[in-house]
């Protein structure tokens, strides 16, 4: 019978603590934080084969936590049963994605933001996370850039040195930036591989003009992006 009393003492001195306006704030705050998180991951990954859509579940996250922690904050023997409660979750579905364990820890952070009412902190957080995102794709753009593909070809090994410059000069001729990755000679046989980035004119082009230019046996290109071929 105490301890039925002593529980309903607790949550009584909780609901007097929290000021329902401020709670009703933060979880709207939260709600939005977490809709802009799940429009961040959609927009930068999404697309990705292997993800999981995990963002469908940041709305229900971000206010879930951000309620807990409210509690946790008025209330020491509360905090330490919710937590007690919480150790019997276990998550049997694998992250698919590493970056999912990233917008997983900003949904966490912006709700501890939101439960502590430090909503200038949540402002900076986004616009880091934001710009950082966008730096990202920046890169992996320009590296795409750097690279739209390879030339693969192989020649007799007679006058491979002549052979291999004119080979170059035909490359260097059909794209704007080309390179000349790695050299093998086995039974006979030269295999030069080049790399190279914006390609122009033709694929027929490039591989009429490399035989033409010396006796090669075999031409492959190979592009790193879909519709490369032209």
């Given at each position: 019978?105490?301890?039925?009393?002593?529980?309903?003492?607790?949550?009584?001195d909780?609901?007097?603590?929290?000021?329902?306006?401020?709670?009703?704030?933060?979880?709207?705050?939260?709600?939005f934080?977490?809709?802009?998180?799940?429009?961040?991951?959609?927009?930068?990954?999404?697309?990705?084969?292997?993800?999981?859509?995990i963002?469908?579940?940041?709305?229900?996250?971000?206010?879930?936590?951000?309620?807990?922690f409210?509690?946790?904050?008025?209330?020491?023997?509360?905090?330490?049963?919710?937590?007690?409660?919480?150790?019997?979750i276990?998550?049997?579905?694998?992250?698919k994605?590493?970056?999912?364990?990233?917008?997983?820890?900003?949904?966490i952070?912006?709700?501890?933001?939101?439960?502590?009412?430090?909503?200038?902190?949540?402002?900076?957080?986004?616009?880091?996370?934001?710009?950082?995102?966008?730096?990202?794709?920046?890169?992996?753009?320009?590296?795409?850039?750097?690279?739209?593909?390879?030339?693969?070809?192989?020649?007799?090994?007679?006058?491979?040195?002549?052979?291999?410059?004119?080979?170059?000069?035909?490359?260097?001729r059909?794209?704007?930036?080309?390179?000349?990755?790695?050299?093998?000679?086995?039974?006979?046989?030269?295999?030069?591989?080049?790399?190279?980035?914006?390609?122009?004119?033709?694929?027929?082009?490039?591989?009429?003009?490399?035989?033409?230019?010396?006796?090669?046996?075999?031409?492959?290109?190979?592009?790193?992006?879909?519709?490369?071929?032209?």
């Amino acid at each position: 019978m105490f301890e039925k009393f002593q529980i309903v003492k607790d949550v009584q001195d909780l609901t007097a603590k929290i000021d329902p306006r401020m709670f009703a704030i933060a979880i709207l705050v939260s709600l939005f934080a977490s809709l802009l998180a799940g429009w961040m991951y959609a927009r930068f990954y999404e697309r990705k084969g292997t993800g999981s859509q995990i963002h469908r579940a940041f709305p229900l996250l971000g206010i879930s936590i951000t309620s807990l922690f409210i509690c946790i904050q008025v209330s020491l023997p509360l905090s330490l049963g919710l937590l007690g409660a919480l150790s019997i979750i276990r998550f049997r579905t694998p992250i698919k994605e590493p970056e999912e364990v990233g917008f997983i820890m900003l949904v966490i952070a912006s709700s501890v933001i939101c439960a502590t009412f430090n909503f200038q902190f949540l402002v900076f957080l986004y616009l880091v996370a934001l710009v950082t995102l966008m730096g990202i794709r920046r890169v992996r753009e320009s590296r795409k850039a750097r690279g739209d593909g390879i030339v693969l070809v192989a020649f007799k090994d007679q006058d491979s040195g002549p052979r291999q410059k004119q080979i170059e000069e035909c490359v260097q001729r059909h794209a704007s930036r080309s390179s000349l990755e790695s050299s093998s000679c086995k039974d006979g046989m030269v295999s030069l591989q080049f790399s190279f980035s914006g390609f122009q004119g033709h694929v027929a082009d490039l591989q009429s003009a490399i035989k033409q230019a010396a006796d090669v046996s075999a031409v492959n290109i190979f592009f790193n992006r879909p519709g490369g071929l032209t």
